[in-house]
């Protein structure tokens, strides 16, 4: 299989996944296994391709958020959005400091497919049995914040399933507003990202980096990501989030079986 061909996918992948509650980097993980694998700044940036589909879909609810910062709740909400931003800033920072790294192994990503399926339908069923509330609580932005650390961590946990359901559990039951606020946070957390790989590959020398197949991947990633996270924002709004557990279990369930030493 060609290069592009492979990247191609890689981006496709990337796109259908970072938003969806179902683990981008695991997915990633399981593709490099017969697409070849990346560079931590390959997999980092086309990330960055899905953020920028989620920034254009919120260009207006960003827009209103920094014209309306001189109302009350405006600046609150922005607040927030800052306090769950600087927590994974500053502890991932710390990981990336102490040596933490992803493992390159695929066992951990399908235990943790597994059991996020799991803990998926748990958070659905108490989420469901709350009063409906949109509102976005201190304790929502800080938990946020720190579950975009744990999936940082943990590939396979997911990145959206953990922030939408750590919000969901924590008060703000309401799927639509959980949703939102998770993905507003991860627009400057991947951006960031993108940019600390970017500044570490232009440091070592970008000789080894296959610019020309990053920029396929990243604008694949980012077109798919639009269709992707504009069909799931209308798809929340009357199923839950169920069948993605589902295909989460049986994911994990079948790496275990197939690829347990992979």
Known sequence: MSNIVCVILLGLIEGITE???????????IAEHWLGARSDTFNVVIQAGAILAVTLLYRQRLWQLVTGLGRPEARDYALKLAVAFAITAILGFAATKVG???PETITPVAWALLLGGIWMIGAEYFAARRVDNARISWTVAIL???AQVVAAIFPGTSRSAATIF???LAGTSNRPAATEFAFLVGIPT???ASGYELLKTTKAGAGHEDWTALSIAFAVSTVTAFVAVKWLLGYIRTHRFTAFAVYRILLGALLLIFMPNA
Do not use: D, E, R
């Open 100 to 102: 933490l790294k992803l």
């Open 166 to 168: 750590v919000a969901m």
């Open 144 to 146: 946020v914040g720190l």
């Open 190 to 192: 991947m951006f960031a």
């Open 19 to 29: 938003f969806l509650p179902i683990s981008s980097t695991g997915h990633l993980l």
